[in-house]
């Protein structure tokens, strides 16, 4: 008969690897939401140590591989002004968070059940090269065209203060959506930046719209007209529905 005990034991190691791969699992979709989006909630404390919270632009580290200087391990790379009052706040003590999550489709499409993460680090400003910066800049206005109105460095540009930095994630605080279906809890900083291209299950790094075609027609040495409109539909939208 099987004592008490070694059943105890048996129950507890089970729910450490549970526990391990919901907390990896849940940093792929952590990684997987950050390269998708492209704006977050920069939160900070006011003078009177009141929470305030302001919608700022970013692009994910992990699609700029070819830009030297970054961590290119799912960090946001914000552009911030030294007028506004994220940087302002963030100045004066430092204390900051981001929240970044998958914004609802439609009238009908509930944010309760969306991925959406409060992460938790401290800023570095990045000092790149001028071949460096151009590259960065290039990432960071596909996502955002009118940001080239405050590039730094930018003669055109209408603002000169503005610095880029990284934000390096120390730990997230994840809600993939509700409780009973969905992991909630922390990731630690070691398993957010881990290596998970070699995950079968979601391709971190390099994160372009190629991500959302089906294998065959990557590189663009086939087309969707290759395939008949419906198969070629029909893929795309049970890639889509995979990759989240």
Excluded at 12 to 17: D, E, S
Excluded at 199 to 228: I, M
Aim: charged letters at 20%; hydrophobic letters at 35%; one cysteine or more.
């Amino acid at each position: 008969m099987v004592s008490s005990p070694f059943i105890l034991q048996m129950l507890t190691l089970l729910m450490v690897v549970v526990t391990a791969h919901s907390e990896k699992r849940a940093a792929i979709l952590a990684r997987r939401m950050v390269n998708l989006q492209s704006s977050l909630h920069f939160n900070s404390l006011r003078s009177d140590d009141i929470p305030i919270s302001m919608a700022e632009y970013y692009v994910a580290s992990d699609t700029c591989s070819d830009v030297e200087g970054l961590s290119n391990n799912g960090d946001p790379i914000l552009l911030l002004s030294k007028m506004s009052t994220s940087y302002k706040n963030w100045h004066n003590n430092g204390t900051i968070s981001v929240t970044i999550e998958k914004p609802k489709m439609g009238h009908f499409d509930g944010i309760m059940g969306k991925p959406r993460g409060i992460f938790f680090g401290k800023l570095r400003e990045l000092h790149l090269s001028h071949e460096n910066a151009k590259r960065l800049a290039g990432h960071f206005l596909i996502r955002h065209p009118d940001a080239r109105h405050w590039l730094p460095d930018d003669h055109e540009s209408h603002v000169h203060d503005t610095r880029w930095f990284e934000f390096e994630v120390q730990s997230v605080y994840f809600v993939g959506g509700f409780g009973d279906r969905s992991f909630i809890g922390n990731i630690s900083g070691n398993v957010y930046h881990q290596d998970l291209r070699d995950d079968e299950s979601y391709p971190c790094h390099e994160v372009n719209l190629q991500d959302a075609l089906p294998k065959e027609v990557e590189g663009g040495s086939r087309s969707l007209s290759q395939q008949s409109s419906f198969d070629g539909f029909f893929q795309l939208i049970k890639t889509l529905i995979m990759n989240y």
